[in-house]
């Protein structure tokens, strides 16, 4: 899985912070061999003020065969709100690869002949 880490202006990137975000999404969703590549982008929303909840993480998990799944989190602190990002992207990604499961598990429901040919027919 291939973790892309992005920041604004606002936020000082460092290897540290790296390694804080690849930890935190390795360890939320790395049991999803679907996940192809998540992007995260890290900001925050008030600039240098750092008021608190301001910071902010969004992850987008681009998945194979599925749309990109995106969740975003508001926090006091960039760790805060990278927790919070990743725990909100292992609940979506359950739910959304969980129905792409379940829908491939279901058998189509059986056709009576007799219906199907009143409709193909063309009397």
Known sequence: MEINVN??????RHQGLDERVREAVE??????????????HLSNQNGQKHADGDNYCMMEARVAGYEPVVVHAHAENLHLS??????????ALDSA??????????????????????LTDNE
């Open 82 to 91: 990278i927790s919070g990002a990743a725990g909100k992207l292992k609940r």
């Open 7 to 12: 920041t604004d202006n606002t936020i000082d």
């Open 97 to 118: 690869l969980g129905r792409l499961a379940d829908k491939n598990k279901r058998e189509p429901l059986p056709v009576d002949a007799e219906s199907y040919k009143g």
């Open 27 to 40: 360890s939320s969703i790395g049991r999803f061999d679907q996940v192809r590549r998540v992007d995260v």
